[in-house]
C-alpha cells in the first residue's frame, strides 16, 4: 500500500517561513512524480509545485512569486520550503504521489491527509 504523510504545518506570522515534508513510501523508486496542492476552505484545490524525479523538473504556480521551494530528496520523500508567508498562504496543504508530472489532480494516484498552514497577519 501507498501510504503518503505530509509534516511541518503550524501557526507562523504572515513574512516567516516554514518547511513543510512529505513522505510517501510504497512507491517504486524513481517512477513518480510528487506533488503539493493546498486548498483553503470555499476555494478549489490548486497547484503549489509538482516536482519530477530527474533534477530541474519542477513547476510552481505562477501564484506562488518565486516565495516557495520544493527540494526531490529522494523518490519518497520531498520538502517544501515556504517562505515570506502571506496570510492568503492559510491553506490545508497535500502531498501528492502521481505517475508523471502535471498540474492536474488528477493525475495523482496517492494523497496524504494534508498539514494545516496558518499564517496570522
Known amino acids: 500500500q501507498v501510504k503518503v504523510v505530509e509534516s511541518g504545518g503550524g501557526l507562523v506570522q504572515a513574512g516567516g517561513s516554514l518547511r513543510l515534508t512529505c513522505v510517501a513510501s510504497g512507491r517504486p523508486f524513481g517512477s513518480y512524480a510528487m506533488a503539493w496542492f493546498r486548498r483553503t476552505p470555499g476555494k478549489d484545490l490548486e497547484l503549489v509545485v509538482t516536482v519530477g524525479w530527474s533534477d530541474g523538473d519542477i513547476y510552481y504556480a505562477d501564484s506562488l512569486e518565486g516565495r516557495f521551494t520544493a527540494i526531490r530528496y529522494t523518490a519518497e520523500t520531498m520538502g517544501l520550503q515556504m517562505n515570506k508567508l502571506k496570510p492568503e498562504d492559510t491553506a490545508v496543504y497535500y502531498c501528492?504521489?502521481?505517475?508523471?508530472?502535471?498540474?492536474?489532480?488528477?493525475?495523482?494516484?496517492?494523497w496524504g491527509q494534508g498539514t494545516q498552514v496558518t499564517v496570522s497577519s
Open positions: 501528492a504521489s502521481g505517475r508523471y508530472m502535471s498540474i492536474h489532480r488528477e493525475a495523482y494516484d496517492d
